[in-house]
């Protein structure tokens, strides 16, 4: 399973941790947890914790469980995460493999060596869509950064290339 939702990468990679045990170890409601991480951390509304919750899933530092959302027990790492983000996260792998084989590539251009990896539905879903797809690159950018896996360019800062 590839999950989507990939909120802003935070300055650190300790906010990772933050966010994580900001999850309750006791599963509970996606509404109960959501509320729990706008309250403990600087989220602006629980669109953007549920963004979280489910990002989380996707590094496999919470689950989904009959009962609600916990966190796991796996201790956020940057490793572990790069390796999490890179197979279960949509399009981060495409991304990375975009600037192994063009080079450094600021956000427009990863954008359009991945253009063709968005799903049909999400072109007619939103008039918007490539609008969309350019932020979600960008914060794809941004992690690979904070997961070690890419950097920003020293003469251009604009540009991102593998590490």
Known sequence: MR????PPAPEAFE?????????PLVPGTEDDCCARLVGRLDLSDRDAARTWLTFLRALELAEETPS????TDAEPTVEGCREA????????????DALAS???LAVDAAFEAVRERVPRWERHRDAEWTAVWRERVGRL??????????ERGDDDPSRYRLT
């Open 68 to 71: 609600g959302y916990r966190r």
């Open 3 to 6: 999950f989507k939702p990939v």
């Open 15 to 23: 906010y990772v941790t933050r966010v994580q045990r900001a999850v």
């Open 141 to 150: 950018l941004d992690w690979l950064v904070l997961l070690e896996a890419a």
């Open 102 to 104: 063009e080079g450094p």
């Open 85 to 96: 983000f890179l197979t279960r996260v949509f399009a981060a792998d495409a991304v990375r």
